[in-house]
């Protein structure tokens, strides 16, 4: 292709184009990678085909991609916490550093946060990209560039597996096994789960949840969330303590409050319709905390520590690559909701 800087970019719903893109220089506190892994989120591929999520709305043209591993190139002025040639994974939200929730710790609820691959924000799926180095997190040898690309993910299950106070001998309910559920399923188990069921309506990633250490699986048979709630009773022999719900599904989220113990918590993950109607008094009247996320904060160094100490393995996450120049073949399989994660390799 005589290509520098091959990149994809998403001008409009439905229009992702591979186009050759100026090698940015990096700014004050910033390193120029050259990008190696970048999977494929649901995010990317609803802007793609929907041209928004929520109020984010694709009004001009976006890099896709925000998980990504990829090695340093440059340094930019004052930067010394990296060297030229480390390999890094890139966390892909930088905030404001300065205002009160950044202050706090809480850098995730930034206002003013510049998060790749969300409008009006440019992603990083292109061979050369500039980044803040200390959202670089340099990845030991034995740690490969798809496992640093799958720290974003994996930085989500460990914050919603925080949020949810799961810890030793807990019995976890996770609703929906995308990529998003079986992070959750990972990360449970190893902070000592005792019992992780999984539910979903597609037979084939229960599966593939079993494979990965689920306990129980039960496929969604029902649109009545009582009905779901009492056959995930009846197989854990009482009610979960904590239930991470990573499907979005109105009914599912109504399974999930009452297939939790009184005093339990549910954790909501998945983001569906912006107003569901919920089973709110039940969830009161039995202490049922209903905890959100976003996204993750102060993560990505545990999540780095759980893969280089092999207490997960997020490598059979990976069930297909691609090439950054088949970035559109990527895209469409991803669409048919065919596979797990999908990566995309971006060296030339
Ligand atoms: P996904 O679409 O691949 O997975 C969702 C799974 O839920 C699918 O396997 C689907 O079959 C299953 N499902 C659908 N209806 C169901 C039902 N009624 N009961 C049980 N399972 C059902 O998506 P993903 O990439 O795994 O992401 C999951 C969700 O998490 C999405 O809504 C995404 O937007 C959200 N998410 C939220 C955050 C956050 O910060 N809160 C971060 C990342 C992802
Ligand atoms: O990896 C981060 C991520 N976050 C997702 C989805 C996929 N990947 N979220 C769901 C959508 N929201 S949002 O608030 N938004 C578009 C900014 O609706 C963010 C979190
Ligand atoms: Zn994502």
Redesign the pocket.
């Known amino acids: 292709m005589g290509d520098t800087n091959l990149t994809a970019i998403l001008y409009k719903q439905g229009d992702l184009r591979l186009e050759d893109a100026t090698v940015k220089e990096p700014g004050p506190g910033q390193v120029q990678l050259s990008m190696r892994d970048v999977g494929i ?3 990317d591929v ?1 802007y793609w085909t929907h041209g928004a ?1 929520g109020d984010f709305i694709v009004k001009a043209p976006m890099i896709l991609g925000h998980e990504a591993s990829a090695v340093v190139t440059k340094l930019g002025a004052g930067v010394t916490s990296l060297k030229v040639g480390d390999r890094v994974a890139i966390e892909p939200g930088v905030p404001c550093k300065c205002c009160k929730f950044c202050k706090k710790g809480r850098y995730n609820l930034c206002p003013d946060m510049s998060f790749c691959a969300t409008p009006p924000i440019d992603g990083n799926l292109s061979r050369f990209y500039c980044h803040d180095a200390d959202f670089c997190y340099k990845l030991p040898d034995h740690v490969s560039n798809e496992e640093g690309a799958l720290l974003e ?1 994996l930085s ?1 299950g460990v ?2 597996c925080t949020r949810a106070g799961v810890t030793l001998g807990s019995r976890v309910f996770i ?8 992070v959750n399923l990972l990360t449970a188990k190893a902070k000592g789960a005792a019992e992780v069921i999984v ?4 037979a084939s ?1 229960l599966e593939f949840a079993k494979s990965l250490g689920a306990d129980h699986i039960v496929l ?1 048979t029902s ?1 009545d969330p009582i009905d ?1 709630a009492n056959k995930v009773e009846a197989i854990l022999g009482d009610k979960a303590d904590i239930t991470i719900e ?4 109105p ?2 989220i109504r ?1 999930a409050i009452f297939a939790t113990a009184p005093g339990g918590c549910v954790v ?5 319709p912006a107003d569901v109607e919920l089973p709110i008094v039940n969830a009161a009247v039995r202490e049922v905390d209903i905890r ?5 904060v102060n993560c990505y160094p545990t999540a780095l520590a759980m893969i280089a100490s092999g207490k997960v393995n997020v490598k059979p996450l990976v069930t297909h690559r691609f090439k950054l120049e088949q970035t559109l073949e990527a895209f469409e399989m991803a669409k048919q ?1 065919k596979g ?1 994660k999908i990566m995309i390799n971006c060296e030339k």
């Open positions: 989120c649901g995010s609803h999520i993910p989500v914050h919603a609703c929906g096994a995308g990529p998003i559920g079986l539910t979903d309506i597609d990633r969604v649109r779901t990573c499907s979005g599904a009914s599912s399974t909501l993950v998945g983001l569906g959100g996320i976003f996204r993750y909701g797990v």
